[in-house]
């Protein structure tokens, strides 16, 4: 249970504050509780509900990095993709992806071929232990005629055929992230949402814990530490301005975007599709709740750290350029029903290249206060393991511990509605619908609707099941009326 009392969890002290509640926060959370530590995470809004949120949903093994031979990063990537589907099978699916080849580039037969078997090779391991349901197939070249059949629209045009390979996609990367965080909570973990970390209290040049404020009920509050892992994403750098000092290195903004489009799918794959122009990205598009989502485009930002949006000129090139690599798609810009964005790590200062690596900077290195690590991670897939990484840097004797199925499992106490599908939700009968709802608004921290509709479920996925949803919920749940607004539900 993810109990709200700031209160009460003000009395106790931690060996670890976490500040941050997205997938590294909560994956800290977890790691720390499996050492034996108790720990608290301290969340501003909701959890998960920024960069986290905005995820394109899919657990990336890493066959890009085979370009670079980054194997290191491959691996890393391919083992944190099997963690996930080991431990949430329900949550997770195989994603098969097509890439068409015309033979510019590296994206060539001749190349690809040896890449989805070098590919296959060096992830053997991918499927150890994971269910039947989410095992990753290997890799191969399809035909022209092979991949015309799978992709009707495809361009035909100097088609060499198509290379297909198959990641893993997130049913809904709000479940996962919650999952993880009831899992910490079950080993003893804490979690507060709504409550914003202020100031770092020290003594003597060592972390004592955090000045906070509950901002429902505007109360300060404190929280005794002496280790503090400031992981709150795009906001990771001015927090350790405030609590020590500026470290750039840390965090240079850079703007990622990906759209949800109510337009039926070209392919029941998800495809990887390019514009005819030189240097032009590579996107992304897979099916999701009868429409598509779409991206990730990344760009240069160099507005302050907030909530980031998207100019309208960048959205009508994102379409454009989809509809220049899929022709026959006749995408319009009116049928973009959401706008998926969020801040990331970029290489450099007014880079919109994305960081290849977690930044990690320990401050007593610098004659910061000591107990005090920030750190800022670049993807969904490898949250897991850079929580261990930074709780090694924080204590030697936190260093990693391997996961046991005898004495390692995530709760099991989910009720029977699919928490992924809007469709279920209002088709089900009320007293399911209640008995679920109530649940997860008792048990997960539930504040206001968005809470409920956005960040515990994927209902709120779609524009077309607002509406109903709202409404439906109003009818089960009235004092939800009565709660503090949500300025991101419609």
């Known amino acids: 249970m993810i109990e709200r009392n700031p ?175 009831r899992w910490a909570c079950l080993l003893g973990g804490r979690a507060l949402n709504y409550v914003e970390a202020e100031k770092l209290l020290t003594q003597q040049g060592r972390v004592v814990g955090v000045g906070a404020r509950d901002r429902l009920t505007k109360d300060p509050i404190e929280f005794r530490a002496n280790t503090v892992i400031n992981c709150a994403g795009p906001w990771s750098r001015e927090l350790a301005a405030g609590f020590d000092r500026d470290v750039p290195s840390i965090f240079f903004p850079s703007l990622a975007f990906n759209v949800f489009v109510e337009h039926e799918p070209p392919c029941p794959l998800a495809l990887a599709v390019q514009p005819a122009r030189p240097g032009a990205p590579v996107y992304f598009m897979h099916p999701c709740q009868g429409g598509l989502f779409l991206g990730t485009v990344h760009a240069e930002w160099n507005k302050p750290v907030s909530a980031p949006d998207v100019e309208e000129s960048a959205l009508v090139h994102l379409i454009d350029d989809i509809n220049d690599a899929v022709p026959g798609l006749h995408l319009q810009r009116s049928e973009i029903g959401r706008v998926f964005a969020g801040l990331l790590p970029a290489a450099g200062a007014g880079s919109d290249k994305i960081s290849r690596r977690p930044a990690m900077h320990v401050h007593a290195s610098e004659g910061g206060p000591r107990g005090l690590i920030s750190i800022c991670g670049v993807k969904f897939t490898t949250a897991r393991l ?105």
């Open 7 to 181: 209160a009460l969890f003000s009395r106790d002290s931690y060996d670890l504050l976490i500040i941050g509640g997205g997938i590294y926060g909560a994956c800290l959370s977890l790691e720390a509780s499996r050492r034996g530590l108790s720990s608290l995470v301290l969340e501003r809004d909701d959890f998960g509900g920024a960069t986290s949120w905005n995820s394109l949903r899919i657990l990336h093994g890493g066959l890009r990095y085979l370009q670079h031979l980054d194997l290191k990063r491959f691996r890393e990537s391919v083992a944190e993709r099997r963690w996930f589907s080991f431990w949430f099978p329900e949550l997770v699916r195989p994603l098969p992806c097509l890439m068409p080849l015309y033979g510019r580039g590296l994206k060539r037969k001749v190349l690809f071929g040896p890449a989805l078997r070098l590919n296959d090779f060096l992830s053997s391991r991918r499927n150890a232990g994971v269910s039947d349901a989410v095992r990753l197939p290997d890799g191969r070249i399809l035909s022209v005629r092979e991949t015309a059949g799978m992709f009707p629209l495809v361009k035909k045009e100097r088609l060499e055929g198509a290379a297909l390979w198959h990641d893993t996609v997130m049913l809904s990367p709000q479940r996962v992230l919650m999952e993880i965080l």
């Open 386 to 490: 850079v929580a261990e990484l930074a709780l090694g840097a924080a204590n030697s004797s936190w260093r990693s511990i391997p996961y046991g199925p005898s004495t390692d499992r995530p709760p099991q106490s989910r009720g029977e509605l699919d928490l992924t599908s809007p469709e279920g939700f209002l088709s089900a009968s009320e007293a399911e619908t209640r008995k679920e709802t109530t649940r997860i608004v008792q048990s997960e921290a539930v504040t206001c609707m968005g809470d409920l509709i956005m960040r515990r479920t994927d209902w709120g996925l779609n524009p077309k099941h607002w509406q109903p949803l709202l409404q439906h919920v109003h009818r089960l749940h009235p004092e939800m009326a009565k709660a503090h607004a949500d300025p991101r539900v419609a």
